[in-house]
């Protein structure tokens, strides 16, 4: 004959006193509820599995109803029935599920922030992705395990961005989330990344031929991320002068020492796209920072020498990888310093397009349809660039309002 089941009731239960010693409220099938001294109350399951008695913790009641504790009763009877121990079968669902608390999207993301991309980029770009995904990612998929994000979900929290207006910003954060999955692989946090399945659901951004930063507070974050990188002197030496002479890059990474006059704080050449000669009149920053490098490559032709062979320039790619590396892929190339420089000072400093126009090189003429030659206006793009180069110091030194110098004409 099988056993009564179902013995206690709802009330039975509640009114429950303590005694001196323990005692149990059975209700069959196993299950009984368990009365101590103190008043407490926990409900726990008898069963035999493989031959031995053992017992199941079920909870604490009133944490657990009795309706709830007979739904466990139930199901641990359902897995003997399978040849299951449902007290492994709970330690093993526990564990799993502590696992993957600690493998959620945001536990992932963060482990992947401090110990890797933290080390690869500058301070200023991790806090610039580290606020994006807070703020973008984080709210939406930051609390699921990674191995269950779907890519209509990540699409879900681009929309929003879309949605704001920001097209590169959706872009950028889909890049980033697509580097925490591939950091979740490697970890065997998860299986597949599941960006590529958004390949061309987000509405294009922009096309730039040349990125560029020319917010102010962007570039100051450029210049303190160039003060600090780590990378070969010759290297670091053309990072910093890029932005005070904003020449075009392969007249940058071909000058030639004897182009240069310190004592007079000019570099002379022949532009590479007009085929004219060029005075460029040098801030003293530049000229600082020539001085400093001459000690290292002043025996070379040329200034930034290739590290393989001081009888050739520096190799075109090296700027860019040294923009990549502190984290600027995207945002900055070493043609972005021309631009950079173009709309700060047409826009904050506000000086004649024609000398800005002469600067860079461009082929400028007169009134009268006639080329400018290379001392035109040569003292007007003196203290211009000098004006330049005082006006990127206060930005990188943190000042919030560089007062623009308005130059005459």
């Known amino acids: ?13 509640k009114m429950a006193k303590p005694r001196d010693k323990i ?24 069963y035999r599995h493989a031959g031995k008695e053992k017992r199941l913790a079920i909870g604490v009641y ?3 109803s009795l309706v709830r504790a007979r739904g466990t009763r139930d199901e641990a009877k359902r897995q003997l029935a399978q040849g299951i121990d449902p007290s492994t079968a709970k ?3 526990r564990q799993q599920g502590e696992q993957t608390a600690g493998n959620t999207f945001k536990v992932v993301a963060v482990e992947w922030l401090e110990k890797v991309h933290q080390h690869e980029v500058v301070p200023e770009h991790y806090q610039r992705n580290k606020r994006r995904l807070e703020r973008d990612a984080f709210p939406i998929v930051g609390m699921r395990p990674i191995s269950e994000v779907t890519a209509p979900e990540l699409l879900g929290c681009l929309r929003r961005i879309e ?4 097209i590169e910003t959706a872009h950028r954060v889909k890049a980033l989330c697509g580097q925490v999955f591939r950091y979740g692989i490697s970890t065997g946090r998860v299986e597949r990344d599941p960006t590529p399945d958004l390949r ?38 053309a990072l910093k002068l890029a932005p005070l002479v904003f020449t075009r890059p392969g007249e940058l990474r071909q000058a030639r020492w004897a182009d240069i006059d310190l004592e007079a704080y000019t570099w002379t050449f022949e532009a590479s796209k007009t085929g004219q000669p060029l005075i460029i009149p040098l801030p003293h920053q530049a000229v600082t920072i020539l001085r400093d490098l001459q000690g290292l490559t002043g025996r070379t032709e040329f200034v930034f020498p290739s590290i393989r062979s001081s009888k050739r320039p520096m190799s075109n790619a090296t700027i860019k990888a040294a923009l990549d590396r502190m984290g600027f892929k995207g945002e900055m190339t070493a043609h972005g310093f021309r631009a950079m420089a173009r709309t700060i000072l047409a826009e904050r400093l506000h000086y004649p397009e024609h000398y800005i126009e002469q600067q860079l ?9 006639r080329a400018y030659n290379r001392t035109t206006h040569l003292e007007q793009r003196k203290e211009m660039l000098q004006s330049w180069a005082d006006y990127l110091d206060a930005l990188r030194e943190g000042a919030d309002n560089v007062v623009p110098i308005r130059a005459g004409t």
Do not use: C
Not at 1 to 13: G, I, P, W, Y
Not at 163 to 166: K, L, T, V
Not at 212 to 228: M, N, Q, S, Y
């Open 1 to 13: 004959m099988s056993r009564q089941t179902n013995k206690l009731s709802a009330t039975a239960v």
């Open 23 to 46: 005692f149990r409220m059975a209700d069959g099938g196993g299950l009984y509820l368990e009365v101590s001294p103190s008043g407490s109350k926990y409900w726990r399951m008898k």
């Open 62 to 64: 009133p944490d657990v």
């Open 91 to 93: 330690r093993l669902a």
């Open 163 to 166: 949605d704001r207006g920001h």
């Open 200 to 237: 061309g659901a987000l509405r294009p951004s922009k096309t730039k031929h040349y990125a560029a930063l020319t917010d102010p507070k962007e570039v100051a974050e450029l210049l303190r991320a160039i003060d600090g990188y780590g990378g070969q002197p010759t290297t670091i030496a």
């Open 361 to 369: 090189a461009h082929a400028v003429k007169d009134s009268n349809g």
